[in-house]
């Protein structure tokens, strides 16, 4: 795990999947036949049980001209900037179950933000490499 600092809040459109973890594949497909400007953008896989423990995942799409969301009809959120541990994974195809995996290690950490969420950050909607990362709280002191 590795300790990391997103400095500036992330501003990004995005889809719900109606099933996850089941349609999580066909959202992403979904928001890049949205997004008509191929333009070099971070894509972001968050997820977070709502009220009744259910995984919410939204594929995200990283905002790059204001104008956008409203272009594309779709809803905005902000990842926040923060601290957060993280694991990089090399090709995620390689593994079904690599993401899960990283994500279920990552939940132990013992600063774990108990409001906190799942985030997957990819360089763009093609490359195979991803950042698994949940935020901490860096205020709780060790004992």
Same mark, same amino acid.
């Given at each position: 795990? *590795? ?5 500036? %809040?992330?501003?990004?459109? &995005? =889809?719900?999947?109606?099933? @996850?973890? %089941? %349609?999580?594949? $066909?959202? &992403? +497909? !979904? ?5 008509? %400007?191929?333009? *070099? ?6 997820? !977070?049980?709502?009220? /009744? ?5 939204? $594929? ?6 204001? #104008? ?10 902000? =990842?926040? $900037?923060? /601290?957060?541990?993280?694991? &990089? ?7 079904? /179950? #690599?993401?899960?995996?990283? @994500? ?6 013992? !600063?774990?933000?108990? #409001?906190? @969420?799942?985030?997957?950050? &990819?360089? #763009? @909607? +093609? ?17």
């Amino acid at each position: 795990m *590795e300790l990391i600092t997103l400095e500036s %809040d992330i501003q990004v459109m &995005y =889809i719900t999947a109606n099933k @996850f973890p %089941d %349609d999580v594949p $066909a959202t &992403y +497909t !979904q928001l890049e036949q949205i997004i008509s %400007d191929k333009t *070099e953008r971070r894509y972001f896989g968050y997820s !977070q049980p709502n009220k /009744n423990g259910v995984i919410v995942y939204r $594929a995200c799409a990283e905002i790059l001209k204001a #104008n956008e969301p409203k272009l594309y009809n779709i809803e905005t959120m902000t =990842i926040k $900037a923060g /601290n957060y541990v993280s694991i &990089y994974i090399n090709n995620h195809y390689e593994d079904g /179950n #690599n993401i899960p995996k990283a @994500f279920e290690k990552l939940l132990t950490h013992p !600063q774990l933000d108990p #409001n906190g @969420f799942c985030l997957e950050i &990819y360089k #763009n @909607f +093609t490359d195979p490499d991803v950042n698994c990362l949940v935020p901490i709280v860096s205020n709780v002191k060790n004992k």
